[in-house]
Every structure is written in structure tokens, then in C-alpha cells.
């Protein structure tokens, strides 16, 4: 019995390699799973349910296959998929849940979420964050012309130099901070928490103000390798898988 965790794997047409893995992972070892967790940035930018390329054709149809085969598939926004909706929910199978979301892990309580949440420090971003999840503004976003949505997404991805390795003073400035993480832990009185977004994968304890130690899993990113959280009921593993060097 494993349930497997996954996140940040921007997956984009301009990186075969990730998708390669991705789908590999989907037709294999997932299909072990009792269920499979995605906590965000799935894909490098997402821009509506109406954007039906031919590459997110691939990949609804890849995570269709999967919940077809009767493992349930959960998904919780990123910073970068935040406008995934309804219909890839319906067309893929995944359920979308809200986050943070504490999930009953074989009797363990756990929170998930995507992570951005506890990086306090970068108050510009959690400034950014504010003001693009208003769900009045996500709601005019929606409407707007499919054109006018890829060609700022474009801006964006180009600006932020999406799909490539951050650097260390840029992995700093995005951490997570103390605590925000002990809020976290407190607020919702448990002893585990999975996230990524911070693309520096590692587990950490925190003492904690009740006398306990919290576990934090933190996931990786799959530029360089894909990252794998594998929780069963007595253990975890934390592992990375090569990409492809075709």
C-alpha cells in the first residue's frame, strides 16, 4: 500500500524530457498507487481550460488513463496552475481540492498544500499572490480573449525564465520561513506537513510548541531529475529519477 506525491513539474512543450518521465511515471508505478497527489505547477503556466493544445490534450489524456484505471488522482493548485478548472477536472478524473488540505494518510493526519503560503519573507510575491487569487479578478481572467491570455503568459514565462534551474540566492529568497511553518503546524493540529514549491527537496523536523516534533516533506522539482514522495503506512521515501538523456 503507497501513496505517491509529486509537484513542480512545469511541465512544458519545450521540455520532452520532463513529459517523457512524467508519462512513464504515469504508466508504471502510479498505477501501483492507492492514489496519487499532485500539489502544484504541474504545468509551467495554465491559462484556462480552453487552452487545448495538443500537448495538454496529451497530458489529459495520459491522467485519464490513470484515474481510468481506478486510481484516484488528487490536485491542488500551484502558483503557476492556479486556473485549472472544472473541465480538466471532468476530462482528467482528478479531484481538485482546496488548500490547504489535511488529508487522512493511512491514519495519519496530514497537510498538503503547494507551499507558496509559508514563504513570508518575499512579501512581494505574497502581495502578487493576494491580488491574482481574488476570485473577481480570476473570473475576468477567465473571460478574456484566449489570444490576449497566452500572449501575457508568454511574457510572463519569458520574465520569470521558466524551466530552468534557480539559483541559490533565488531558492533562498523563496523558502519557506519558521514561522510560518509553526502557524501552520499549530493552526491545524497535526504532526505532518507535504508541500513543494520551494524546489529544495528534504524532510526537516520542527520542535514544536505543544513538546512535539512536526515532520515537513519537502518535494522536489523536476528539472533536473523527477521527485517521488512515497508514503505507506509505516514509512516514507523521499527518491528522484533520472530524465531521459535522449
Request: hydrophobic share 40%; with cysteine.
Amino acid at each position: 500500500m503507497i501513496t505517491r506525491f509529486i509537484s513542480d513539474l512545469h511541465l512544458s512543450v519545450c521540455r520532452p524530457d520532463m513529459t517523457a518521465l512524467f508519462v512513464t511515471f504515469l504508466r508504471t508505478e502510479a498505477r501501483e498507487s492507492d492514489a496519487l497527489y499532485i500539489l502544484g505547477d504541474l504545468f509551467d503556466y495554465w491559462i484556462g481550460d480552453d487552452d487545448q493544445t495538443p500537448f495538454h490534450r496529451h497530458i489529459i489524456y495520459e491522467l485519464r488513463q490513470l484515474t481510468d484505471a481506478g486510481v484516484p488522482c488528487f490536485f491542488i493548485a500551484g502558483n503557476r496552475d492556479f486556473l485549472i478548472g472544472e473541465r480538466f477536472a471532468t476530462e482528467t478524473g482528478v479531484t481538485i481540492l482546496e488548500q490547504p488540505f489535511v488529508a487522512d494518510i493511512y491514519g495519519t493526519p496530514t497537510l498538503l498544500l503547494h507551499g507558496d503560503c509559508l514563504c513570508t519573507d518575499d512579501v512581494a510575491y505574497q502581495r502578487f499572490r493576494k491580488v491574482v487569487r481574488n476570485p473577481l479578478l480570476l473570473a475576468i481572467a477567465k473571460r478574456l480573449p484566449l489570444k490576449w491570455r497566452r500572449s501575457l503568459a508568454q511574457k510572463l514565462r519569458s520574465s520569470s525564465k521558466s524551466n530552468q534551474p534557480l539559483t541559490p540566492e533565488q531558492l533562498k529568497a523563496m523558502d519557506t520561513t519558521e514561522p510560518a511553518v509553526q502557524q501552520a503546524f499549530a493552526k491545524y493540529k497535526l504532526e505532518r506537513i507535504i508541500h513543494g514549491h520551494t524546489h529544495q527537496p528534504n524532510i526537516h523536523e520542527h520542535e514544536l510548541a505543544n513538546g512535539q516534533v512536526g515532520t515537513r516533506i519537502v518535494l522536489g522539482d523536476w528539472y533536473e531529475q523527477g521527485s517521488i514522495l512515497e508514503v505507506t503506512a509505516d514509512t516514507f521515501i523521499l527518491r528522484s529519477e533520472p530524465l531521459s538523456s535522449n
